[in-house]
Structure formats: C-alpha cells, structure tokens
C-alpha cells in the first residue's frame, strides 16, 4: 500500500481522529479532536488557516496532524498558555509511514518555519521531525520548554500517603485534620454542562484571586474562552469542577479532566482569606484523592514546577520545542 495525506477539516477527520487516539503514542485529552475543536472555536484568528493532515494507508487513516498557518509559520493548533501538550496523532507501528507523508506535506507547502511546541521527552515526532530537516537541508533546534508534572497513583489512599517523603505526609495529613475542624466543610463537584456554566463565575472570580499572574491573565477573550471550554468539555464528558466550602463559602476550585483513566489539573483558584487553612492546596489533594477511589492511574499536573506539585509526590518530565526552518 502506498501513504497519502489530505488536507482535511474537523468533520473529515474526527471520526477517524478518535478511533486512533487510543492506540497512539500520545493520548492526551489536549489532543482530542474535541479540545483542538473547542480551541480553534473559541480562540482562531482571521490570520490563521487550518491545516489538519489526515495520512491514510490504502483505505486505513494511519495519522493526523493537527496544525495551523500563520503567514510563512507551520504550527501546532493551540497556544501554550492554554493546551498543555501537543503532538501529532499516530496509530502505532505506523511512525515511518505517517512521516514520509508529513515530509510530503512540509516539502509541497509553502513556509519559512515549523514551529512545534509543548512536545512530551518521549514523543516520536522529536526524532522524526529532526530526520526529516536533516534529509531536506533545513535547520533544526530543540529546548526544552517546561516540565510536565504529574503523580502515579496506587490503589488506595493509605498506599500514596505512605510513598510521600515524611515531611510532606505529616503536612498534608495535619493539614486535612485541621480542615476536617472547620464548621460546613464540604465538597461540591459538577460535571452537567448545565451546572458547570452556572458556577463558572465563582470560578473564575477564586482563579483571578489567587495570583495576580492569574487576574492579569485572564482578560475578557480568555474569561470568554473559559466558560465556552467548560461548557463544551462538559457535553463531552470530560470536565469536572470541583470546590472546596467552608462555613457556606466556596474557599477553593479546580477545573479538571477525566480522560483516559486519568484526571489532569487544568487550572484552580482560592480566596486568600482562607489561606492560613491551605483550602487552595487541599482541594487539589482531594481531587487526587477522588481519583484513587475512582481507580484512576495518574493525577497529571501538567506544565510547570509550582512546589506544591512536589509536596503531592509528583515527578516530573521534559516538555520541548522544536524549531525548523528553511
């Protein structure tokens, strides 16, 4: 059989796109066809020109890469600041074939440079896009970006509390008890897209407060895109809200993902008058806890090296990016 690759859009390829994802190298819920959709929906500019790939093998889609053009830029669809993780999705034991249409592509379009981010240290598209410059004569660079952080979890709570050092498990432990003497505490969690939008608000007024990073980062297009996300990522059953009240009041929340046997924390918020109690910190620990008790295997804490990621037990990994140009 010999490989070919169209230049699709969402309609022709989710389908296609969803059935490979779970035999792909990378199955994140950032690329899922349905975030990617949600992304380009709620953020694409007029400049922007979407470039999904779709490589098939006879009659079988092998691969899909999901990419915009930005003037003479090839790059991932996404931004940073709000997909975590980026990659090209391949049915395994595919690589080779999907890339010479990759490289079929890149050599028949017009562009000055590839811009690929947010890839994870073990994704096969580092190796092969490297290949592929080094073939044709353009120029490569890889840095590392970031780190992806994330916790593997066991199979009970008593299990995880005892892999974490000392020091961080008399902390958490002291400080679930302190909470635990608070009057009304209690968890609320929603996934209806319905009930999501309603308290959408709440959340995006804790995200502003906890950091000023965060209140500046949250101007009306992204205040916009959140609650078009949620929303979204609700109907797909894929998003969890989750907040942490004490005495009545909603102290703490998280926006997370349920997606392949895994939970990922998207973003969170608390008010700073309960700092002293850790409800921001805490919450983020329930939510692992939640997702012991739900059998999940990895409380992913995606991109960035915030210490209490590490007082949680996480480890971390390379997140790089590659340049190319011609």
Known sequence: MSQSFDITDFNSSESDWELILSNSSTNSVFVTPHWQKTWWEGLASDEMHLRIIKVTDGYKTIGIAPLIKNGHTISFLGSTDLCDIHDFVVLKG??????????????????????????????ITLQHMESIAERNGYTFEKTTEDKLVGVPLPDSWDTYLAS?????????RRKLRRLEAEPDVCIERFSDPKDVLEAMDDFLDLMAESRDEKAEFLDNSKQNFFRYMAGRMAEYGYLQLFFLKVGGN???ATICFDYNNERSLYNSGYSIEYSSLGTGFLLKAICLKLAIEEGRVYYDLLRGTEPYKYHLGAVDRDLFRIRISR
Do not use: Q
């Not at 490289?103 to 890839?119: C, D, F, H, N, P």
């Open 250 to 252: 909603r102290t703490a």
């Open 94 to 123: 595919n690589e080779n074939e999907f890339f010479k249409s990759i490289e079929a592509y890149i050599i028949e379009e017009e562009w000055e440079e590839i811009i690929l981010e947010s890839l994870p240290g073990e994704s």
């Open 164 to 172: 974490l050092r000392k020091k961080d498990r008399h902390e958490l």
